[in-house]
């Protein structure tokens, strides 16, 4: 378990990266700009990204060496997250561009040529 202590203080961090996003929050200052601190959102996902890429190469390499329970158990849940996120981010970013799509579709039908 301690070999998995470099893996498991990125992921705490980028937890509580997010968490103080929400905590914070955000609001409009007085002469109109807005105050948020926007930065903790792509730290927490670099931060969660080290931790889980990180994990997967660990508990891949502690497999191959006389492997343990706890290293099974972290390979198959690093993994398991990797896959989640990369097929959160493929529906995401199909989303999107199928609304983009029907936006430009929906710009070129109310075009009137004269």
Same mark, same amino acid.
Request: net charge neutral; hydrophobic share 50%; charged share 10%.
């Given at each position: 378990?301690?070999?998995?202590?470099?893996?498991?203080?990125?992921?705490?961090?980028?937890?509580?990266?997010?968490?103080?996003?929400?905590?914070?929050?955000s609001g409009v200052?007085?002469?109109?700009?807005? +105050?948020?601190?926007?930065? =903790?959102?792509?730290?927490?996902? &670099?931060?969660? %990204?080290? #931790?889980?890429?990180? $994990? @997967?190469? /660990?508990?891949?390499?502690?497999?191959?060496?006389?492997?343990?329970?706890?290293?099974?158990?972290?390979?198959?849940? +690093?993994?398991?997250?990797? =896959?989640?996120?990369?097929?959160? &981010?493929?529906? %995401?970013? #199909?989303?999107?561009? $199928? @609304?983009? /799509?029907?936006?430009?579709?929906?710009?070129?039908?109310?075009?009137?040529y004269e």
């Amino acid at each position: 378990m301690k070999k998995y202590l470099f893996t498991i203080i990125p992921f705490i961090l980028g937890v509580s990266c997010f968490v103080a996003f929400n905590i914070i929050g955000s609001g409009v200052a007085p002469d109109g700009t807005l +105050s948020e601190p926007f930065y =903790l959102i792509p730290t927490g996902f &670099l931060l969660i %990204s080290i #931790s889980l890429i990180t $994990s @997967l190469i /660990m508990s891949t390499l502690a497999l191959f060496h006389n492997p343990t329970k706890i290293d099974k158990i972290a390979f198959g849940v +690093s993994l398991a997250l990797i =896959l989640l996120s990369v097929s959160y &981010l493929f529906l %995401s970013v #199909s989303y999107l561009h $199928s @609304l983009d /799509m029907k936006e430009i579709s929906m710009t070129n039908a109310s075009i009137t040529y004269e």
